[in-house]
């Protein structure tokens, strides 16, 4: 099998085609996600506890001197993209839970029986004219 078949069999797959969908919808949904939490959740956290922006906060380590600016470790920054992830994780583990009971409701079905194939039948008919 040539290289070009071969990748283009693999490419083809729909399993490549799903995962590049949801890398592309992940990312997406990334952005809504940080826009929610910096432009939604913050600003009135940030006023309940007294008009802080939690962007703005920060421990200056060294003052700037001359050309060089200040040395500042931002853990509003890092507050705000914990919130993001608690707030994608949660989204995940919400989608997962559909999907797995989704699927046990698949599984709960019972499977209907396959039907007899044609010298089953013919067979059944056989035994039931000997019986007669």
């Known amino acids: 099998m040539s290289m070009i078949k071969e990748f283009k069999e ?8 799903d995962m590049a969908v949801g890398i592309i919808i992940g990312a997406a949904f990334g952005k809504i996600v940080s826009s ?14 007294g008009g802080v922006d939690f962007k703005d906060l920060a421990v ?3 003052d700037a001197a001359g050309d060089a ?11 705000q993209t914990c919130v ?3 707030i994608v ?3 995940i583990f919400m989608a997962v839970k559909v999907i797995n009971a989704l699927k046990k409701k698949e599984e ?3 499977a209907e029986p396959p039907k007899p ?3 089953e039948e013919l067979l059944t008919e056989i035994r039931d004219l000997l019986k007669k």
Do not use: C, H, Q
């Not at 693999?10 to 085609?17: E, L, R, V």
């Not at 600016?69 to 507050?79: D, E, H, K, Q, R």
């Open 10 to 17: 693999f490419a083809i797959k729909g399993n490549m085609i």
């Open 36 to 49: 929610l939490v910096k432009d939604v959740i913050m600003p009135p956290l940030g006023i309940l506890i």
């Open 60 to 62: 200056t380590l060294k």
């Open 69 to 79: 600016p200040a040395v500042t470790l931002n853990y509003g920054m890092f507050i």
């Open 84 to 86: 993001d992830f608690l």
């Open 89 to 91: 994780a949660f989204a």
């Open 108 to 110: 709960a079905k019972p």
């Open 117 to 119: 194939s044609r010298e």
